[in-house]
């Protein structure tokens, strides 16, 4: 299966999986290798570019949230881009659960490594019982309730 654009729909379903798990490896280094050189991200009102500044946003973001779980979802896709919807699970220093609900534009290079990454997303605080990714639970087992996702692929 080709890791590099342009995607069909299974090749993009694949890509976003993969991403998936590698961000739940919570290993700065190990992600920011899927991303270029000079790759530029927006991540929420954050504006930064390469992989050293990935890597100290990365270290920063899970040095503050505990017990991240993320689940990443195909949302569309063309040619060398795709849009992922997704959400994480974690808690703050003082023990509150959060839920991120969000949506990711991706591009990409041809060698199939990521060039431009912009998010959007909302925190919500959440209460424990609320929680879809506890422990070891397989995060892609969660049945996601409707209305809280697009489902649109």
């Given at each position: 299966?080709?890791?590099?654009?342009?995607?069909?729909?299974?090749?993009?379903?694949?890509?976003v999986k993969v991403?998936?798990?590698?961000?739940?490896?919570?290993?700065?280094?190990?992600?920011?290798k899927a991303y270029?050189?000079?790759?530029?991200?927006?991540?929420?009102?954050?504006?930064?570019?390469?992989?050293?500044?990935?890597?100290?946003?990365?270290?920063?973001?899970?040095?503050?949230?505990?017990?991240?779980?993320?689940?990443?979802?195909?949302?569309?896709?063309?040619?060398?881009?795709?849009?992922?919807?997704?959400?994480?699970?974690?808690?703050?220093?003082?023990?509150?659960?959060?839920?991120?609900?969000?949506?990711?534009?991706?591009?990409?290079?041809?060698?199939?490594?990521?060039?431009?990454?912009?998010?959007?997303?909302?925190?919500?605080?959440?209460?424990?019982?609320?929680?879809?990714?506890?422990?070891?639970v397989d995060v892609?087992?969660?049945?996601?309730?409707?209305?809280?996702?697009?489902?649109?692929?």
């Amino acid at each position: 299966m080709s890791a590099v654009p342009p995607f069909t729909e299974e090749t993009a379903r694949k890509k976003v999986k993969v991403a998936q798990d590698l961000w739940n490896t919570k290993d700065p280094m190990k992600v920011a290798k899927a991303y270029t050189k000079d790759s530029i991200w927006r991540n929420r009102d954050q504006f930064f570019q390469g992989t050293k500044a990935i890597e100290q946003f990365l270290t920063n973001k899970w040095s503050k949230e505990g017990g991240y779980r993320l689940r990443k979802e195909l949302f569309t896709f063309a040619c060398n881009r795709i849009a992922v919807q997704f959400w994480y699970e974690f808690h703050d220093g003082s023990g509150q659960w959060w839920r991120c609900y969000g949506l990711e534009h991706w591009t990409f290079a041809e060698d199939g490594r990521m060039k431009n990454r912009m998010m959007s997303g909302n925190d919500v605080k959440i209460v424990e019982e609320e929680r879809w990714f506890e422990g070891g639970v397989d995060v892609n087992s969660v049945t996601i309730p409707e209305g809280h996702w697009s489902g649109i692929m």
